[in-house]
């Protein structure tokens, strides 16, 4: 038993053959599904998925690099869309300054708008940042005195000061694919020493293929490689980081458990 903790199923790559994808993942063991949204225009597409299959889930949320073309975006709309049974989680939402496609001024604001939207509905907030560990950890430690919320840092790749910050406050941490390539030998250190009890697996897919399909299109049902080079890290058996990783989604997205 595995769930992926975030993908793409509308993203190109994926979308083409999705009944295909979730067969292939399916057969690998992967029995759960998160269909993230990155904007508006998709929430439509990622919950329609979520109410068509019964393994997979939905967010609804805006990606920092799109947070320009959303900058008007109210609460009430994240509040509206994650009423439907299939909605389980708030973003991807968060900062992102390697690419820096929105101002960052806008991107915090989304953020922020988003922490509230968690906090109020108690769905689980799912954080992108990337080159940005300063103010993410900042907003959230100043959103988190106003008020806790459940939260996911997704494709961990910070550093452990950052990982323990998060945990300190409560977070999760997710792991995808880059925790397997040769390069991330620093990450792979946190992966090993990360509490078990907070501990998550994705893909991200269609993007961040593990070891060995680097180069390829990731699917969801590269879940169960990055899980067994996890299990290998910390010195597990592979299903029991699958069963952990699991429990700790489901405790975690307490509306997909329900």
Not at 48 to 59: C, M, N, Q, Y
Not at 99 to 107: A, F, G, L, V
Not at 131 to 157: S, V, Y
């Amino acid at each position: 038993m595995l769930v992926d903790s975030h993908c793409h199923l509308e993203y190109k790559g994926l979308v083409e053959d999705q009944q295909g994808v979730l067969s292939r993942a399916r057969q690998a063991g992967v029995t759960g599904f998160l269909n993230i949204s990155t904007r508006r225009s998709e929430w439509d597409q990622v919950v329609g998925t979520a109410a068509r299959e019964e393994d997979v889930w939905a967010s609804v949320g805006i990606h920092p690099h799109e947070a320009d073309a959303h900058a008007d975006l109210g609460a009430s709309a994240l509040v509206e869309a994650s009423a439907h049974s299939s909605v389980i989680g708030i973003g991807e939402t968060g900062l992102d300054y390697y690419y820096e496609h929105s101002d960052r001024e806008t991107q915090q604001a989304l953020f922020r708008t988003h922490i509230g939207v968690s906090r109020d509905t108690g769905l689980p907030l799912i954080v992108h940042t990337r080159d940005a560990e300063d103010d993410t950890a900042r907003i959230i430690t100043e959103e988190m005195e106003k008020g806790a919320f459940p939260a996911l840092i997704h494709c961990f790749t910070a550093s452990a000061g950052f990982a323990r910050q998060m945990l300190d406050l409560g977070l999760s941490i997710s792991l995808s694919g880059i925790v397997t390539f040769k390069n991330a030998k620093d990450l792979q250190a946190i992966a090993a020493e990360l509490p078990e009890d907070r501990l998550l697996v994705e893909t991200d897919s269609p993007f961040l293929a593990p070891v060995p399909h680097r180069g390829k299109t990731c699917e969801p049902a590269y879940t169960a490689d990055t899980a067994r080079f996890v299990a290998e890290l910390r010195g597990i058996d592979p299903g029991r980081l699958a069963t952990v990783t699991s429990e700790n989604f489901f405790r975690l997205f307490k509306k997909a458990a329900a």
